[in-house]
């Protein structure tokens, strides 16, 4: 992500701020369990191409967020070495949540693809680039 | 973010930008972040046992965020926590006046607080007082180490909870994590050294002996405000149902002489009831100032 300009970073990032809960919540329903920051963290596979879409610190604050507006529970247990650990687990707000979000998402979705492929590609670049391929 | 800090190589200097870096945001959430991230990159550690703290920190500002980013993260997500009571909005303030103070419940939350104090003011100052002379007693003996840090332990709770009950009701964000102790693998004296040069341990101490004339103060201010302004409406109404003076004030003949009359027991009713808004009024700014005291003494950094 080293190259990328100012604009596409303040992109990436609006874009995560709504996906990034969706993305968190899709974790601990699938693991049907509670989970603390440190191994959400790691769960949530956030390679891309072009390196991290979504670094590890950005996950504690919506973790924090979504404990606050109920979509998810947590506690806080004290552990052998090191500063007590918080659990977090999914309410069944969360999950209903979460099923609406999927839908929203899919129909964002689509619809932006839709966009994309009627629109925005030049006339004659395709996606790898080359000039002039009949349409 | 203008200039690019040289990147932390070890956990206390990651943590100390980060601490830069959220300078001006709420205690609180500056004391989650850093917990936060703290147990982040112990965790780091503790699964790469054969990387170095260099190697692993260099990693992590790739991984988990530079401070700067992380700050900013949590300086947006704060914006949109719903704190335990909605932030009053100036408009509304404008419209209702003075009057406005019933409805705010903060009011409120600060009354039950002063009339709380009383109680929790003397527990910090009786267990303050006690712990250190005992630790000063102990202290010439084997005992006196193990019971000077099991003191300070007791102290961090103490004002973990105090921190707890002043968010609930006085509406500052506080620390929402119990204290972080050091990692265990210290020895004794290391631990005794940073209890002892911690400024927050002192604070906290301070705070709590303070507790007792501001807890007294507060609770004979909600006290005798409410009673004193209830009182003189409730009797007041009284007198003017009954027809019978119940109100005596022996050192003013002319109010006296008021009191036995119905436009004067309304002139008193209402002035009650004017009292009444005063002392919420009064209330709540003791609830501010005494926020910003624990914001100021209790949160660790």
């Known amino acids: 992500m080293t190259e990328e300009s100012q604009y596409t970073r303040k992109f990436r990032k609006e874009l995560m701020a709504g996906l990034s809960s969706l993305v968190l919540l899709a974790v601990l329903a699938r693991a049907g369990r509670e989970m603390y920051g440190y191994e959400i963290a790691k769960a949530v596979k956030a390679e891309g191409e072009g390196g991290l879409i979504f670094k590890q610190g950005a996950i504690y604050p919506v973790l924090r967020s979504l404990n606050a507006t109920g979509l998810l529970h947590s506690r806080v247990e004290a552990s052998a070495f090191g500063p007590p650990r918080r659990y977090y687990d999914i309410t069944d707000d969360g999950r209903k949540a979460l099923s609406e979000w999927q839908y929203a998402w899919r129909d964002m979705r689509e619809f932006v693809d839709d966009a994309l492929k009627a629109g925005t590609v030049p006339a004659g670049v395709t996606p790898d680039g080359h000039a002039g391929a009949p349409a | ?301």
């Not at chain 2, 009339?115 to 003397?122: D, E, H, K, Q, R």
């Not at chain 2, 250190?132 to 102990?138: E, K, N, V, Y």
């Not at chain 2, 084997?142 to 102290?155: K, N, Y």
């Not at chain 2, 149902?241 to 027991?265: K, R």
């Open chain 2, 1 to 301: 973010m203008a200039m690019p800090a040289h990147p932390p190589d070890t956990v206390s200097a990651y943590l100390a930008q980060l601490r830069r870096a959220l300078k001006g945001a709420p205690a609180g959430l500056i004391s989650d972040a850093l917990a936060d991230c703290e147990d982040h990159l112990n965790n780091e550690i503790s699964q790469n046992p054969e990387l170095s703290e260099t190697q692993i920190l260099a990693s992590v500002v790739e991984t988990y965020g530079t401070p700067e980013e992380i700050a900013e993260e949590y300086r947006d997500m704060e914006s949109t926590i719903s704190t335990p009571f909605p932030k009053a909005e100036p408009a509304d303030e404008r419209r209702f006046g003075f009057f406005n103070v019933v409805s705010d419940p903060r009011t409120y939350g600060a009354l039950l607080y002063m009339l709380l104090s009383l109680a929790t003011g003397i527990f910090y100052f009786t267990w303050v007082v006690t712990g250190l002379s005992l630790t000063i007693g102990f202290a010439v003996l084997i005992i006196g180490i193990p019971f000077a840090l099991l003191f300070i332990a007791s102290v961090r709770v103490l004002s973990y909870v105090e921190g707890r009950i002043v968010e609930a009701l006085l509406g500052v964000r506080m620390p929402r994590r119990p204290p972080a102790e050091p990692s265990t693998d210290q020895g004794l004296w290391t631990k005794i050294k940073e209890a002892f040069s911690d400024v927050r341990t002192w604070s906290s101490l301070f705070y709590m002996l303070l507790m007792l004339p501001l807890g007294v103060t507060y609770f004979v201010m909600g006290v005798v405000g409410l009673a004193l302004s209830l009182g003189v409406v409730g009797g007041s109404i009284y007198s003017l149902i009954t027809g019978e003076a119940h109100i005596q004030i022996q050192d003013a003949p002319y109010l006296e002489h008021m009191l036995h009359t119905a436009p004067g027991l309304i002139v008193f009713a209402l002035a009650g009831i004017l009292l009444f808004f005063v002392v919420l009024h009064v209330a709540r700014a003791v609830g501010w100032v005494h926020g910003k005291i624990a914001e100021g003494l209790l949160v660790r950094l």
